[in-house]
């Protein structure tokens, strides 16, 4: 019991501490899927590991073959040409706003690149980098 009462104050600061990261850079669609993300994955999500899975190859195929190798500049569609706008809310602010837009993206970018879709760990640590871009 008494090792309960020490340790619900340090899971509340902890709480409070994995919001506040979100709220530094996150806008409130990414702070909303994080946090439904990570009811299902209860699991800090890693910026770092969210960018390694953006280079990443895939047997000649990455999320920078369509958005290029920077998220702040405009990128080209790997087959129709279509011009992307840069994917870094920082100098786009319309992305990461629709839900319904990440949603469907994610599923169809995912199953392109990777041959399936995107784990709910992969999309957490994902959009939390792309958030901070
Ligand atoms: C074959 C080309 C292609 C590849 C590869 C690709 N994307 Fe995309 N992506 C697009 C297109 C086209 C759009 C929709 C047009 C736009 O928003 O610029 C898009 C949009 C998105 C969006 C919507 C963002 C928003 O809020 O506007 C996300 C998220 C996204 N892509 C993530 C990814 C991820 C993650 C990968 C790697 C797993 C990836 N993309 C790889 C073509 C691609």
Excluded at 51 to 65: E, I
Excluded at 102 to 130: A, D, H, P, Q, Y
Aim: proline share 5%.
């Amino acid at each position: 019991m008494r090792v309960h009462q020490y340790q619900l104050p340090k899971l509340l600061v902890h709480c409070l501490i994995l919001l506040m990261s979100f709220n530094v850079e996150a806008n409130d669609l990414t702070d909303t899927m994080l946090k439904e993300y990570q009811l299902k994955e209860p699991i800090p999500f890693s910026s770092d590991a969210g960018r390694l899975f953006w280079y990443k190859d895939n047997n000649g195929r990455s999320c920078t073959t369509c958005h290029t190798d920077s998220v702040l500049i405009k990128g080209r569609h790997e087959r129709t040409g279509k011009i992307l706008e840069p994917m870094a809310p920082s100098v786009n602010p319309e992305r990461l706003t629709s839900r319904k837009k990440v949603n469907k993206w994610f599923l169809r970018n995912c199953k392109w690149t990777v041959g399936r879709e995107c784990t709910t760990k992969e999309k957490g640590n994902i959009l939390l980098w792309l958030s901070q871009q």
